[in-house]
């Protein structure tokens, strides 16, 4: 896994239902390698009000996890130039894949010029940016401005950079940060 922090520290610190984790039978044939499949079914990813949502028939539901959490679509694995790509869910409105070759992460975004887009070098990259997001963003009782917005992105734009470089030479999460102080 790219990513090497202190993922118990998360998963204790996390409310109830905000880590979304697969089942350990679909994250084994997904993840056959075991690292994959090890972290999606011990730590997850972050459900972050609903910047990631898990394909339902995949997930290893908790009762606490809204309703809202999870995508009922297809989840059939699709064929495409990059490889075979198996849907997890959705992200800020794209089908997210993992590559089932490499365990790479790429999106599919309808209002992308690019259909299949690399974004993250694994699912714990995927999770961690997930989460910075969610932990970094401002306060409901705070008023931030456009610097504190930027301040903001500076600090997760550092913290991922340290471990994966991908998410932000992507055209998707550039399109997410442009709105991200909107949502």
């Known amino acids: 896994m790219l990513v ?3 993922w118990p520290v ?10 979304l984790r697969f089942r350990p039978d679909v994250a084994a044939r997904i993840w056959p390698d075991g690292d994959g499949a090890r972290f999606v079914t011990e730590i997850g990813i972050p459900f972050s009000n609903g910047l990631f949502r898990i394909l339902e028939e995949f997930a290893d539901r908790d009762p606490a996890t809204p309703a809202h959490a999870f995508e009922t ?4 694995p699709v064929d495409t130039p990059h490889g075979r790509l198996q849907p997890l869910g959705s992200l800020f409105q794209a089908t997210v894949y993992v590559n089932l070759g490499d365990g790479t992460i790429w999106v599919s ?6 259909e299949y887009e690399l974004i993250h070098g ?4 995927l999770s961690y940016l997930v989460y910075k997001f969610e932990v970094e963003r401002p306060g409901p009782d705070e008023r931030p401005d456009p610097n504190d917005w930027a301040a903001v992105e500076d600090i997760v734009r550092e913290g991922m950079e340290r471990w994966d470089s991908l ?8 399109m997410f940060l442009d709105t991200w102080a909107t949502l």
């Open 10 to 19: 998360v998963v204790e610190r996390a409310t109830p239902g905000d880590l």
């Open 122 to 125: 694994d699912v714990s990259s």
């Open 109 to 114: 975004d309808p209002d992308a010029e690019i």
């Open 4 to 6: 090497g922090i202190e």
């Open 167 to 174: 998410p932000f030479k992507s055209e998707f999460w550039a």
């Open 73 to 76: 679509w297809d989840s059939a």
